[in-house]
């Protein structure tokens, strides 16, 4: 099956600063590739998703990039503020289409 | 449009009671999945359902638990008898089930279970 790692496990970032996670996986098979941000007692929310046909995707503050070949993608946050402080997953659904995999998560501090 | 609802949202139980979670998708959503996420890791897959069938149940432990989609609508997740180590949120979450593997997933707010 797939098996995805996430890093960094915590990340602490001044306010206005970036903050980029990664994450890998091990399944080429896989082509779609989803962030959720989980605030403290607070179900996952999708804040953005990339499919394999492009290499990037940008939302105002938040961007994503895919690299198939080394079978990697990232989440980028720029200009962060105080509410983007919460838990980030990614995940990866592998050959078996939509069950999704997800990494060990991400917690944000962002910094007043 | 509701989202995806969950109940209850918090049980705290005895070691080898039972317990069941209750979910009903987003209206439409074909796809419906329960997780099982333990505390600050991501979430597992434990079952998903296409409508009424169970599609992937590779890891939900059958000697207790069990779940079912009688009319490929909501969905109940059993445990019986539930041991310390299930003390984790049980989140569902359910998708259109018209693309496989490039579906956005919605989730519920979860089931926090304690087992004393």
């Known amino acids: 099956g797939e098996n995805v790692e996430q890093h960094p496990s915590t990340l602490s970032v001044q306010e206005g600063d970036s903050a980029v996670i990664k994450c890998t996986y091990s399944d080429s098979a896989s082509n779609y590739f989803p962030w959720y941000k989980q605030e403290l007692g607070k179900r996952p929310q999708l804040i953005i998703d990339?499919?394999?046909?492009?290499g990037e995707k940008k939302d105002q503050r938040i961007a994503v990039t895919l690299n198939k070949t080394a079978k990697h993608f990232s989440l980028h946050i720029t200009e962060t503020q105080p509410e983007d402080s919460a838990v980030y997953f990614c995940?990866?659904?592998?050959?078996?289409?939509?069950?999704?995999?997800f990494g060990g998560g991400t917690r944000v501090l962002v910094k007043p | 449009e509701a989202g995806v609802v969950q109940s209850p949202r918090y049980k705290i139980i005895e070691k080898k009671q039972p317990v069941a979670f209750w979910c009903n998708p987003i209206s439409g959503h074909n796809t419906l999945y329960w997780y099982r996420q333990n505390l600050g890791q991501g979430p597992e897959l434990l079952i998903r359902y296409e409508n009424e069938e169970a599609v992937d149940d590779s890891q939900l432990p059958k000697d207790r638990f069990s779940a079912e989609r009688l009319k490929g609508v909501d969905s109940t997740l059993k445990i019986q008898p539930a041991e310390l180590g299930d003390s984790a949120v049980y989140l569902c979450a359910s998708s259109l089930g018209e693309t496989s593997g490039q579906e956005t997933q919605y989730f519920g707010p979860g089931t926090r279970l304690l087992v004393l």
């Open positions: 990339i499919r394999s046909n492009v």
């Open positions: 995940a990866a659904p592998g050959a078996a289409g939509n069950k999704l995999t």
